[in-house]
């Protein structure tokens, strides 16, 4: 008799768990949105009722991870482990079911690649802002100092002017470890180059750190033309709020756009191919020239205009010509310019004479839009710039009136 109550669990288990509730996603629209740890995904998933089950493979990951699936009307979480399947229902409009699967096998390919992401390391991090310290080198660039994959400690520029993050190819196995896994064209301001890449890296900046960070492997060979180590492109802070600081030498990354005083000046700033340019007016024998600039910090130089834009707006001849010199983007190649003595610019309403301004000779393969402002200008105005909206805030600084 002491052994029939075991005997009944072993034949009500079975059926209690055939009558469990399966979890239930309610949508009124095929396209899900996806958080799989700290990247999300907007409108990523489709739904498919005609496959059972229809399954999204996870990326690899250790401990537990948070998967939360959205539609238009509801929210799914699931804190999942891995080696383990995860099953679930997609109601479309009430009626359809779509079976769907989580499924954390590490031997299966990844539906989603992994999204740049970044935290603090310090423990009971909360504020609402990042404050990263930077120096102001003597080619004008910002220099920061940090790591990449438990290196050494390596020179890293901020660079406005580059969409992906770049390593010098020549420490790859030295200084730095990492895989390459691709190849990708490289836009410069003096042409495009084949270049490989290497997908998912750690760069470290202090407490902060940035996980799944793609690099290309950009043949730096100067150390006089690029006296850093790498570069952080834009995207690193695509979701942020970036202010940089000059008078005080820091980078300060806010969740919401900060009060901002009335010294600051607001422009749009347009993404076109992955750079984020600004409207400059050039203003020459009381002619003006407006066209859209490369906001460009990864730049030691003051400006430059491509040989159509000086063609089409007769600049060629119309300053006082000051030399000739040669300038080299991240493609290496060398351009000739003519550098020319600008009598006025206008950059976010604000005006400044007597530009040192360089005038390609030729035009650039495959370069499109080649005006650019470099960081010998830029370094005079303390910035506020946000990419989710398109916006960026100047105001003068105390370099304001030093010598270019």
């Given at each position: 008799?002491?052994?029939?109550?075991?005997?009944?669990l072993?034949?009500?288990?079975?059926?209690?768990?055939?009558?469990k509730?399966?979890?239930?996603?309610?949508?009124?629209?095929?396209?899900?949105?996806?958080?799989?740890?700290?990247?999300?995904?907007?409108?990523?998933?489709?739904?498919?009722?005609?496959?059972?089950?229809?399954?999204?493979?996870?990326?690899?990951?250790?401990?537990t991870?948070?998967?939360?699936?959205?539609?238009?009307?509801?929210?799914?979480?699931?804190?999942?482990?891995?080696?383990?399947?995860?099953?679930?229902?997609?109601?479309?409009?009430?009626?359809?079911?779509?079976?769907?699967?989580?499924?954390?096998?590490?031997?299966?390919?990844?539906?989603?690649e992994?999204?740049?992401?970044?935290?603090?390391?310090?423990?009971?991090?909360?504020?609402?802002?990042?404050?990263?310290?930077?120096?102001?080198?003597k080619?004008?660039?910002i220099?920061?100092?940090?790591?990449?994959?438990?290196?050494?400690?390596?020179?890293?520029?901020?660079?406005?002017?580059?969409?992906?993050?770049?390593?010098?190819?020549?420490?790859?196995?030295?200084?730095?470890?990492?895989?390459?896994?691709?190849?990708?064209?490289?836009?410069?301001?003096?042409?495009?180059?084949e270049?490989?890449?290497?997908?998912?890296?750690?760069?470290?900046?202090?407490?902060?750190?940035?996980?799944?960070?793609?690099?290309?492997?950009?043949?730096?060979?100067?150390?006089?033309?690029?006296?850093?180590?790498?570069?952080?492109?834009?995207?690193?802070?695509?979701?942020?709020?970036?202010?940089?600081?000059?008078?005080?030498?820091k980078i300060?990354?806010?969740?919401?756009?900060?009060?901002?005083?009335?010294?600051?000046?607001?422009?749009?700033?347009?993404?076109?191919?992955?750079?984020?340019?600004?409207?400059?007016?050039?203003v020459?024998n009381?002619?003006?020239?407006?066209?859209?600039?490369?906001?460009?910090?990864?730049?030691?130089?003051?400006?430059?205009?491509?040989?159509?834009?000086?063609?089409?707006?007769?600049?060629?001849?119309?300053?006082?010509?000051?030399?000739k010199?040669?300038?080299?983007?991240?493609?290496?190649?060398?351009?000739?310019?003519?550098?020319?003595?600008?009598?006025?610019?206008?950059?976010?309403?604000?005006?400044?004479?007597?530009?040192?301004?360089?005038?390609?000779?030729?035009?650039?393969?495959?370069?499109?839009?080649?005006e650019?402002?470099?960081?010998?200008?830029?370094?005079?105005?303390?910035?506020?710039?946000?990419?989710?909206?398109?916006?960026?805030?100047?105001?003068?600084?105390?370099?304001?009136?030093?010598?270019?």
């Open positions: 008799m002491k052994y029939i109550p075991a005997l009944v072993l034949f009500i288990c079975p059926v209690i768990a055939a009558q509730t399966p979890l239930i996603l309610k949508s009124n629209t095929r396209l899900i949105s996806i958080k799989e740890g700290s990247s999300f995904y907007k409108d990523i998933w489709e739904v498919s009722p005609e496959v059972k089950p229809d399954v999204f493979n996870a990326n690899a990951f250790k401990g991870q948070k998967i939360v699936f959205y539609s238009d009307v509801d929210t799914l979480a699931f804190t999942v482990k891995p080696n383990k399947k995860y099953n679930f229902i997609i109601l479309l409009n009430g009626t359809e079911k779509a079976h769907t699967q989580i499924n954390t096998y590490k031997n299966n390919t990844p539906n989603l992994p999204h740049l992401s970044y935290y603090n390391t310090n423990p009971g991090y909360k504020w609402a802002t990042d404050t990263i310290p930077f120096r102001l080198g080619d004008n660039r220099h920061i100092t940090g790591k990449i994959n438990d290196s050494d400690t390596l020179d890293l520029i901020y660079d406005t002017g580059a969409g992906i993050s770049a390593i010098t190819k020549s420490l790859i196995g030295n200084r730095v470890k990492l895989r390459i896994d691709g190849t990708t064209k490289n836009r410069g301001m003096d042409g495009i180059t270049v490989q890449t290497s997908a998912r890296n750690t760069i470290k900046i202090g407490s902060y750190v940035w996980e799944n960070v793609p690099l290309l492997a950009v043949d730096y060979k100067s150390k006089t033309d690029f006296p850093f180590d790498a570069v952080l492109g834009w995207m690193v802070f695509e979701y942020k709020i970036v202010e940089s600081d000059y008078d005080f030498q300060i990354l806010h969740s919401s756009l900060p009060k901002l005083s009335g010294e600051y000046s607001k422009s749009e700033f347009k993404l076109i191919e992955g750079i984020h340019y600004i409207k400059v007016k050039l020459v009381g002619k003006e020239s407006e066209t859209w600039f490369d906001f460009d910090t990864g730049s030691n130089g003051t400006a430059f205009i491509g040989q159509k834009f000086a063609r089409e707006n007769d600049l060629n001849n119309s300053m006082k010509m000051l030399r010199n040669r300038s080299k983007g991240s493609v290496g190649i060398a351009i000739e310019n003519k550098e020319v003595l600008l009598p006025k610019m206008i950059l976010g309403g604000f005006e400044l004479y007597q530009l040192r301004m360089s005038i390609q000779q030729q035009e650039v393969e495959g370069a499109g839009i080649n650019n402002v470099g960081n010998n200008i830029l370094k005079r105005f303390n910035t506020v710039i946000d990419f989710t909206n398109e916006t960026i805030y100047l105001k003068p600084n105390s370099l304001f009136y030093s010598k270019m």
